[in-house]
């Protein structure tokens, strides 16, 4: 099967400007929470901001943010945005004003899951797209923690695209891998996307394309910007690549 994909001009807007926004969530005692974040990047599938609490990745929080309203799904005529995001990556961070946490969400939808209401310290998983173009979650079967997962090492040439809620591509580049596993890539890009985006992931070589979620975007100590991408559904072929990359790393997973 070849793989074929058309990029059209227009993109998504990913906005990196710092506004406010107003987080709220539950601790593992039910107790609730809330604090003022500064939120550094924002598009209409996601946000990344700090605050000063850590927050676990797989829990559910909810915002309150002036988003523009042509990024909101809902509520376009009102001052502010209320909506739940699935917390994706939680990494410390030390500055000139002391330690924080910079964390980045997935937007699923302006409410929770009702099994929230009855277990606020459940874990979630991405598991899909709802209707209105935003992400879709389940209860994850554990805890997220990070355990040990056959990560390979290899640099697999890919096509990466960003898209639409009609899984409609909107802009992509050819690109390279610097890891892969069956849940997830990490790939070398400047692809101008935000934390919970939608991208297609797509590698001719082994005949795989995927849906997948932005879990993280960031710098290494090479310069080179990285994308770290976690496969929604689709799982990549592993077991047809050369074993020789294998490497043994510490992975977070969800499931």
């Not at 302006?110 to 606020?120: R, W």
């Not at 290899?154 to 409609?168: E, T």
């Not at 802009?171 to 919970?196: C, P, Q, W």
Request: net charge negative; charged share 25%; proline share 4%.
């Amino acid at each position: 099967m070849s793989v074929i994909t058309e990029v059209p001009n227009e993109a998504e807007e990913v906005v990196s400007v710092v506004l406010n926004a107003v987080v709220k969530g539950k601790d593992d005692d039910g107790e609730s929470w809330k604090e003022v974040a500064d939120v550094v990047a924002f598009s209409a599938t996601g946000a990344g901001f700090y605050m000063a609490r850590e927050c676990s990745a797989g829990r559910l929080v909810s915002l309150m943010l002036p988003l523009p309203a042509n990024m909101r799904c809902y509520d376009h005529d009102k001052e502010f945005y209320r909506v739940w995001g699935l917390v994706q990556h939680c990494q410390k961070s030390v500055g000139d004003e002391g330690e924080s946490y910079h964390i980045g969400v997935a937007f699923i939808g302006k409410n929770a899951p009702t099994t929230y209401h009855d277990v606020p310290a459940q874990n979630y998983r991405i598991c899909g797209m709802n209707g209105d173009g935003l992400w879709k979650v389940e209860p994850a079967k554990s805890e997220f923690k990070a355990r040990r997962d056959v990560r390979y090492w290899q640099s697999i040439d890919c096509y990466v695209a960003l898209v639409d809620k009609n899984k409609q591509s909107l802009m992509g580049a050819r690109s390279s891998t610097e890891n892969i596993s069956k849940s997830g890539a990490s790939v070398f890009t400047d692809l101008d996307v935000n934390i919970g985006d939608r991208v297609k992931f797509i590698s001719e070589q082994y005949d795989f394309s995927g849906l997948a979620v932005v879990c993280n975007r960031q710098a290494g100590s090479d310069g080179r910007m990285r994308l770290h991408l976690q496969f929604v559904k689709a799982k990549f072929p592993v077991e047809n690549m050369p074993v020789a990359g294998a490497k043994e790393t510490p992975q977070p997973q969800t499931t």
